[in-house]
């Protein structure tokens, strides 16, 4: 996904503004493919001004709207938010914390508390630190898809042998099994 999000930026000028786990395919070869382009937008001076996408991905700059616009960072918080979703199982914050605000209380947990982390205990520390990176509340701590790509957790797996084809293709099996129920 880093790979993807770079490419567009560097090579296309394009943001995506729309990261998230159900943005990001694997077909039965194990390939994992960026899709849903519907609300990317060129970049302008390497920035992006309408607030477009889903807004539980947002990086919290960009509800600020005294902003003067935002870049491909709000990009990488929305990879970080979307790697602990998928790693955890969930949406990482409250669906509707206080059962009367719903998206309200989603978006102001967003911007105004702590950003949510890995448990160390279950993930690597290169895993748990790649996505605390990502999730830096301050857009301009955060890393940049060429260190992200230098980042010791992407470096560890880089050339690491993984048979993304047998396990997308066990996962669609598994997948078949529960819809045949």
């Not at 000028?13 to 395919?25: A, M, Q, S, Y």
């Not at 990488?76 to 199982?89: D, H, N, Q, T």
């Not at 102001?108 to 520390?125: Q, Y």
């Not at 980042?151 to 819809?179: C, G, N, T």
Request: glycine share 6%.
């Amino acid at each position: 996904m880093v790979k993807g999000l770079k490419f567009l930026k560097d090579e296309l000028n394009i943001i995506h503004r729309d990261v998230k786990p159900t943005n990001v395919l694997v077909n039965r070869t194990g390939e994992v493919k960026l899709c849903d382009f519907g609300v990317s937008g060129q970049l302008v001076k390497s920035l992006a001004r309408t607030n477009v996408g889903c807004q539980s991905y947002m990086a919290p700059e960009r509800f600020n709207l005294s902003e003067n616009g935002y870049g491909v960072q709000s990009d990488v918080w929305s990879l970080g938010l979307a790697m602990v979703e998928v790693a955890i199982g969930k949406y990482p914050y409250p669906v509707q914390s206080s059962g009367k605000g719903g998206i309200w209380d989603q978006l102001s947990a967003i911007v105004n508390e702590k950003s949510p982390s890995l448990p160390n205990d279950k993930f690597s520390e290169e895993c748990c630190d790649f996505a605390a990176q990502c999730l830096n509340k301050n857009p301009s701590e955060r890393p940049t898809y060429s260190q992200l790509l230098e980042h010791p957790f992407v470096k560890k797996y880089q050339d690491a042998a993984v048979d993304m084809k047998s396990w997308a293709e066990e996962s669609y099996s598994l997948r078949q099994d529960i819809y045949k129920e």
